[in-house]
Protein backbone atom coordinates (compact mmCIF):
# COMPACT_ATOMS: atom_id res chain seq x y z
CA UNK A 1 0.00 0.00 0.00
CA UNK A 2 1.54 3.56 -0.69
CA UNK A 3 1.94 6.11 2.25
CA UNK A 4 -0.83 7.14 3.55
CA UNK A 5 1.31 10.69 3.59
CA UNK A 6 0.52 10.85 -0.58
CA UNK A 7 -3.17 10.32 0.63
CA UNK A 8 -2.98 13.58 2.66
CA UNK A 9 -1.03 15.33 0.47
CA UNK A 10 -3.71 14.25 -2.40
CA UNK A 11 -6.06 15.89 -0.07
CA UNK A 12 -4.99 18.79 0.66
CA UNK A 13 -5.46 19.10 4.46
CA UNK A 14 -3.87 18.88 7.59
CA UNK A 15 -5.21 15.58 8.77
CA UNK A 16 -3.96 16.01 12.26
CA UNK A 17 -5.65 12.35 13.01
CA UNK A 18 -4.15 9.87 10.73
CA UNK A 19 -5.71 6.94 12.20
CA UNK A 20 -9.20 8.60 11.09
CA UNK A 21 -7.76 8.10 7.45
CA UNK A 22 -6.49 4.89 7.68
CA UNK A 23 -9.96 3.76 9.04
CA UNK A 24 -11.91 5.41 6.56
CA UNK A 25 -10.04 2.82 4.04
CA UNK A 26 -10.79 -0.27 6.01
CA UNK A 27 -13.38 -2.45 3.76
CA UNK A 28 -15.80 -4.50 6.20
CA UNK A 29 -14.42 -7.67 3.88
CA UNK A 30 -11.04 -7.77 5.56
CA UNK A 31 -11.70 -8.13 9.04
CA UNK A 32 -12.16 -11.90 9.35
CA UNK A 33 -9.02 -12.62 7.62
CA UNK A 34 -7.34 -9.93 10.72
CA UNK A 35 -8.81 -9.86 13.25
CA UNK A 36 -5.68 -8.30 15.20
CA UNK A 37 -7.00 -4.77 12.56
CA UNK A 38 -6.19 -2.05 15.68
CA UNK A 39 -8.57 0.37 13.23
CA UNK A 40 -12.20 -0.39 12.36
CA UNK A 41 -14.22 -0.85 9.54
CA UNK A 42 -15.09 2.70 7.59
CA UNK A 43 -18.86 1.99 8.02
CA UNK A 44 -19.07 4.43 11.02
CA UNK A 45 -17.22 6.73 9.25
CA UNK A 46 -19.33 6.68 6.21
CA UNK A 47 -22.16 6.80 8.24
CA UNK A 48 -21.26 10.42 9.35
CA UNK A 49 -19.10 11.36 5.98
CA UNK A 50 -22.50 10.87 4.19
CA UNK A 51 -24.09 13.33 6.74
CA UNK A 52 -21.32 15.78 6.30
CA UNK A 53 -21.35 15.76 2.17
CA UNK A 54 -25.37 16.14 2.22
CA UNK A 55 -24.76 18.85 4.29
CA UNK A 56 -21.68 20.50 2.33
CA UNK A 57 -23.76 20.11 -1.25
CA UNK A 58 -27.19 21.16 0.04
CA UNK A 59 -25.23 24.44 1.48
CA UNK A 60 -23.54 25.10 -1.87
CA UNK A 61 -27.01 24.79 -3.52
CA UNK A 62 -28.61 26.68 -0.90
CA UNK A 63 -26.11 29.51 -1.85
CA UNK A 64 -26.16 29.51 -5.51
CA UNK A 65 -29.89 29.25 -6.20
CA UNK A 66 -31.52 31.51 -3.91
CA UNK A 67 -34.75 30.95 -5.66
CA UNK A 68 -34.72 27.14 -6.23
CA UNK A 69 -37.69 25.72 -3.75
CA UNK A 70 -36.94 22.88 -1.35
CA UNK A 71 -37.89 20.37 -4.15
CA UNK A 72 -35.72 21.82 -6.70
CA UNK A 73 -32.81 21.74 -4.28
CA UNK A 74 -33.17 18.09 -3.67
CA UNK A 75 -33.46 16.82 -6.66
CA UNK A 76 -30.27 18.65 -7.55
CA UNK A 77 -28.59 17.54 -4.65
CA UNK A 78 -29.59 13.59 -4.67
CA UNK A 79 -28.31 14.16 -8.67
CA UNK A 80 -24.84 14.93 -7.29
CA UNK A 81 -24.81 12.90 -4.35
CA UNK A 82 -24.97 9.51 -6.01
CA UNK A 83 -23.28 6.59 -5.80
CA UNK A 84 -21.58 7.07 -9.31
CA UNK A 85 -20.66 10.77 -8.93
CA UNK A 86 -18.78 9.40 -5.63
CA UNK A 87 -17.17 6.83 -7.03
CA UNK A 88 -15.68 9.24 -9.48
CA UNK A 89 -14.51 10.94 -6.97
CA UNK A 90 -12.72 8.01 -5.70
CA UNK A 91 -11.10 7.78 -8.85
CA UNK A 92 -9.89 10.85 -9.28
CA UNK A 93 -8.41 10.91 -5.71
CA UNK A 94 -6.95 7.63 -6.67
CA UNK A 95 -8.39 5.85 -3.06
CA UNK A 96 -8.83 2.34 -4.63
CA UNK A 97 -4.92 2.21 -4.23
CA UNK A 98 -5.10 2.69 0.13
CA UNK A 99 -8.08 0.39 0.24
CA UNK A 100 -7.83 -2.38 2.87
CA UNK A 101 -9.32 -5.34 1.00
CA UNK A 102 -10.16 -8.85 1.97
CA UNK A 103 -8.70 -11.70 -0.38
CA UNK A 104 -11.81 -12.49 -1.98
CA UNK A 105 -13.04 -8.18 -2.65
CA UNK A 106 -9.73 -8.09 -3.83
CA UNK A 107 -9.59 -10.89 -6.49
CA UNK A 108 -13.24 -9.80 -7.91
CA UNK A 109 -12.22 -6.42 -8.16
CA UNK A 110 -13.04 -4.44 -5.50
CA UNK A 111 -10.89 -1.42 -6.08
CA UNK A 112 -12.63 -0.57 -9.02
CA UNK A 113 -16.15 -1.17 -7.56
CA UNK A 114 -17.93 1.54 -7.55
CA UNK A 115 -20.35 0.82 -4.46
CA UNK A 116 -16.62 0.48 -2.45
CA UNK A 117 -15.24 3.43 -3.68
CA UNK A 118 -18.44 5.84 -3.07
CA UNK A 119 -18.41 4.29 0.56
CA UNK A 120 -14.88 5.25 0.72
CA UNK A 121 -15.23 8.56 -0.52
CA UNK A 122 -17.75 8.84 2.22
CA UNK A 123 -15.77 7.83 4.74
CA UNK A 124 -13.18 9.97 3.73
CA UNK A 125 -14.99 13.07 4.59
CA UNK A 126 -16.06 11.76 7.58
CA UNK A 127 -12.56 11.07 8.63
CA UNK A 128 -11.43 14.81 6.68
CA UNK A 129 -14.34 16.45 9.16
CA UNK A 130 -13.50 14.50 12.59
CA UNK A 131 -9.66 15.05 12.26
CA UNK A 132 -9.68 18.71 11.26
CA UNK A 133 -13.03 20.45 11.07
CA UNK A 134 -16.31 21.69 9.10
CA UNK A 135 -13.89 23.82 6.62
CA UNK A 136 -11.40 21.47 5.87
CA UNK A 137 -14.26 19.05 5.03
CA UNK A 138 -15.76 21.87 2.77
CA UNK A 139 -12.54 22.46 1.34
CA UNK A 140 -12.09 18.68 0.17
CA UNK A 141 -15.67 18.07 -1.38
CA UNK A 142 -15.69 21.78 -3.35
CA UNK A 143 -12.53 20.75 -4.75
CA UNK A 144 -13.57 16.93 -5.63
CA UNK A 145 -17.67 18.15 -6.27
CA UNK A 146 -17.25 22.06 -6.81
CA UNK A 147 -17.67 21.23 -10.96
CA UNK A 148 -20.40 18.88 -10.70
CA UNK A 149 -21.98 21.57 -8.51
CA UNK A 150 -21.50 24.31 -11.10
CA UNK A 151 -23.16 21.89 -13.85
CA UNK A 152 -26.36 21.23 -12.35
CA UNK A 153 -26.80 24.80 -11.19
CA UNK A 154 -26.29 25.63 -14.80
CA UNK A 155 -28.09 22.68 -16.25
CA UNK A 156 -30.59 21.64 -14.08
CA UNK A 157 -30.38 17.62 -12.00
CA UNK A 158 -27.75 14.92 -14.06
CA UNK A 159 -30.17 11.84 -14.85
CA UNK A 160 -29.15 8.42 -15.01
CA UNK A 161 -28.77 6.16 -17.63
CA UNK A 162 -31.67 4.49 -16.91
CA UNK A 163 -34.06 7.87 -17.05
CA UNK A 164 -31.84 9.15 -20.04
CA UNK A 165 -32.85 5.67 -22.09
CA UNK A 166 -36.78 5.91 -21.13
CA UNK A 167 -36.67 9.09 -22.84
CA UNK A 168 -34.92 8.81 -25.72
CA UNK A 169 -36.70 5.49 -26.72
CA UNK A 170 -40.30 6.90 -25.66
CA UNK A 171 -39.82 10.08 -27.71
CA UNK A 172 -38.40 8.12 -30.86
CA UNK A 173 -40.91 5.28 -30.93
CA UNK A 174 -43.01 5.43 -27.80
CA UNK A 175 -41.63 2.69 -26.18
CA UNK A 176 -40.83 2.14 -22.50
CA UNK A 177 -37.69 0.20 -21.62
CA UNK A 178 -38.39 -3.12 -19.56
CA UNK A 179 -35.74 -4.80 -17.78
CA UNK A 180 -35.21 -8.87 -17.26
CA UNK A 181 -33.24 -10.33 -14.90
CA UNK A 182 -31.29 -13.06 -16.96
CA UNK A 183 -28.94 -14.92 -14.03
CA UNK A 184 -27.55 -14.02 -10.48
CA UNK A 185 -24.82 -15.85 -9.39
CA UNK A 186 -22.60 -16.22 -6.27
CA UNK A 187 -22.97 -16.30 -2.90
CA UNK A 188 -24.71 -13.63 -0.92
CA UNK A 189 -21.98 -11.36 0.12
CA UNK A 190 -20.83 -11.32 -3.89
CA UNK A 191 -23.69 -11.93 -5.63
CA UNK A 192 -23.68 -10.80 -9.38
CA UNK A 193 -26.20 -10.16 -11.78
CA UNK A 194 -27.24 -10.31 -14.93
CA UNK A 195 -30.00 -7.96 -16.85
CA UNK A 196 -31.27 -7.50 -19.84
CA UNK A 197 -33.06 -4.73 -21.34
CA UNK A 198 -35.38 -4.65 -24.47
CA UNK A 199 -37.33 -2.17 -26.11
CA UNK A 200 -40.29 -3.56 -28.03
CA UNK A 201 -39.08 -7.12 -28.91
CA UNK A 202 -35.63 -5.82 -29.54
CA UNK A 203 -32.65 -6.51 -26.76
CA UNK A 204 -30.83 -3.33 -26.92
CA UNK A 205 -28.53 -4.07 -24.12
CA UNK A 206 -26.53 -6.16 -21.76
CA UNK A 207 -25.16 -5.49 -18.08
CA UNK A 208 -23.41 -6.78 -15.14
CA UNK A 209 -23.44 -5.88 -11.25
CA UNK A 210 -23.26 -6.45 -8.07
CA UNK A 211 -26.28 -5.00 -7.47
CA UNK A 212 -29.48 -5.45 -10.24
CA UNK A 213 -29.72 -1.78 -10.12
CA UNK A 214 -26.59 -1.35 -11.25
CA UNK A 215 -26.82 -4.00 -13.82
CA UNK A 216 -29.85 -2.15 -15.28
CA UNK A 217 -27.86 0.95 -15.46
CA UNK A 218 -25.15 -0.46 -17.15
CA UNK A 219 -27.34 -1.91 -19.59
CA UNK A 220 -29.34 0.83 -20.43
CA UNK A 221 -25.50 2.07 -20.66
CA UNK A 222 -25.28 0.12 -23.37
CA UNK A 223 -28.28 0.63 -25.61
CA UNK A 224 -27.65 4.02 -24.78
CA UNK A 225 -24.19 3.73 -26.62
CA UNK A 226 -26.09 2.03 -29.48
CA UNK A 227 -28.48 5.25 -30.11
CA UNK A 228 -25.55 7.57 -30.30
CA UNK A 229 -25.37 8.65 -33.92
CA UNK A 230 -28.27 6.51 -35.56
CA UNK A 231 -30.57 8.04 -37.26
CA UNK A 232 -33.94 9.34 -35.42
CA UNK A 233 -35.94 7.70 -37.96
CA UNK A 234 -34.13 4.26 -37.43
CA UNK A 235 -36.37 1.41 -36.19
CA UNK A 236 -35.06 -0.63 -33.31
CA UNK A 237 -35.21 -3.63 -35.05
CA UNK A 238 -32.03 -1.45 -37.29
CA UNK A 239 -29.95 -0.24 -34.61
CA UNK A 240 -30.43 -3.40 -32.35
CA UNK A 241 -30.39 -6.24 -34.90
CA UNK A 242 -29.27 -9.36 -32.33
CA UNK A 243 -28.36 -9.32 -28.91
CA UNK A 244 -25.64 -6.86 -28.18
CA UNK A 245 -21.68 -7.03 -26.35
CA UNK A 246 -20.18 -10.04 -24.94
CA UNK A 247 -22.77 -10.65 -22.83
CA UNK A 248 -24.95 -12.35 -25.40
CA UNK A 249 -25.51 -16.33 -24.63
CA UNK A 250 -25.11 -19.15 -26.88
CA UNK A 251 -28.69 -19.87 -28.44
CA UNK A 252 -30.03 -16.54 -28.26
CA UNK A 253 -31.70 -15.95 -31.52
CA UNK A 254 -32.19 -12.29 -32.90
CA UNK A 255 -35.15 -10.89 -31.68
CA UNK A 256 -38.21 -10.85 -34.44
CA UNK A 257 -39.17 -7.05 -35.15
Known amino acids: MPELSELVARLGTPMTRPDLLQQALVHRSVVNERPNLSAGTNERLEFLGDAVLGFLIADALYQRLPNASEGELTALRASIVRKETLAAAARKLELGRWLLLGRG ?3 SGGRERDQILAAAFEAVVGAVYLSDGLAHARTVVLRELGPIVEEVVATGPRKDDKSRLQELTQARWQLTPVYEL ?3 VGPD ?9 RVGAQVAGRGRGRTKQAAEQMAARQALASLTGA ?4 SPAAIWPRPPGPEARAGDQSPSS
Open 105 to 107: EEA
Open 182 to 184: LEA
Open 189 to 197: HAKEFLVEV
Open 231 to 234: PAEA
